[in-house]
């Protein structure tokens, strides 16, 4: 199992920024990727970025050259991170961290973004 834990959220003006953060900790050994994504209401979950353990990343064309994911792996604990630059309103959703593990997909309980002036 394991457990991923959310944080960074809140409201911000448009052309802020935001860092979301993801601790991921129990069986991280077999995460072979991970992300972040976000569901806006009325809308599907989406890709916003992924990451893999070897460091290749992919982006949804809507945050490319705004937003950058990130990890750091420590002893027991795989930090996920999401900075967000230039935010639009339609970046306002909830933001959801995503690990994908040989034994099972795992989710974050979700962070809210709101973008608004």
């Known amino acids: 199992q394991v457990q991923l834990v959310e944080s960074g959220g809140g409201l911000v003006q448009p052309g802020g920024s935001l860092r979301l953060s993801c601790a991921a900790s129990?069986?991280?050994?077999?995460?072979?990727?991970m992300g972040w994504y976000r569901q806006a209401p009325g809308q599907q979950r989406e890709l916003v970025a992924s990451?893999?353990?070897?460091?290749?990343?992919?982006?949804a064309d809507s945050v490319k050259g705004r937003f950058t994911i990130s990890r750091d792996n420590a002893k027991n604990t795989v930090y996920l991170y999401l900075q967000m630059n230039i935010l639009k309103p339609e970046d306002t959703a909830v933001y959801y961290c995503?690990?994908?593990?040989?034994?099972?997909?795992?989710w974050g309980q979700g962070t809210q973004v709101t973008v608004s002036s």
């Open positions: 990451i893999t353990s070897g460091g290749s990343t992919n982006y």
């Open positions: 995503k690990g994908d593990g040989w034994t099972g997909n795992y």
């Open positions: 129990g069986s991280i050994f077999t995460l072979y990727r």
